[in-house]
């Protein structure tokens, strides 16, 4: 197969500096660099691009990003009082054997979906 991995995700956004703020200081995401138009961020050997859209047909809403994280309750607490707005508490949303798969949902400031997820041993 030619296709080994996804390199990069592409998100649009309305307001370059205002995602730009959102990702870097409330996520955390290490940002790479930017232009007037783009931003890249690094996380863990993917690269997040911020866009503002070239043509009227890419300004809509992005595909949903889980962002997998080790402890999703601290990290919850912790985005929360960031700043960040949750649509609702870590939840389970399957299990599998002994694991079981937590989830929470966010908004970033350009009105994207995007999620935390976290796999549990129990």
Not at 53 to 61: C, L, M
Not at 93 to 106: Q, R
Request: aromatic fraction near 10%.
């Amino acid at each position: 197969m030619d296709i080994q991995r996804i390199g990069q995700i592409g998100v649009p956004v309305k307001d370059i500096h205002r995602a730009i703020a959102f990702y870097k200081e409330k996520l955390g995401l290490s940002l790479l660099f930017n232009t007037d138009t783009m931003a890249f961020f690094e996380c863990e050997g993917l690269r997040l691009m911020l866009t503002l859209p070239e043509k009227e047909e890419f300004a809509h809403p992005s595909s949903v990003l889980y962002f997998q994280v080790s402890t999703i309750q601290d990290t919850y607490e912790r985005l929360a009082e960031n700043g960040v707005a949750f649509i609702g508490n870590p939840h389970v949303v399957s299990k599998m054997g002994n694991t079981e798969t937590w989830m929470v949902f966010f908004k970033d400031t350009e009105e994207n979906t995007h999620a935390l997820m976290s796999e549990v041993e129990v």
